[in-house]
């Protein structure tokens, strides 16, 4: 696995793939205590990271369809 700063380089794509494997690993998987916490520690950093980028994906389609508004007023 990679470290906790390469999150903040993986698209939304890759780290939702990264988490389903993982959810799958602690579903699936007869693990230790140690290697859950690992896996479900890392999870969480990958879940906040994707919320992040839908966040910042819906900030950006607000700001888009402010001037669509405007423009639609101007013409009536």
Do not use: W
């Amino acid at each position: 696995m990679t470290d906790e700063n390469s999150i903040d380089n993986l698209t939304y794509e890759q780290a939702f793939s990264e988490l389903e494997k993982i959810l799958s690993r602690l579903e699936n998987e007869t693990l230790n205590l140690e290697d859950s916490l690992i896996l479900f520690e890392r999870g969480q950093l990958l879940a906040r990271h994707c919320t992040g980028l839908l966040e910042k994906a819906q900030v950006r389609m607000q700001q888009l369809q402010i001037p669509l508004s405007l423009d639609e007023s101007e013409t009536n």
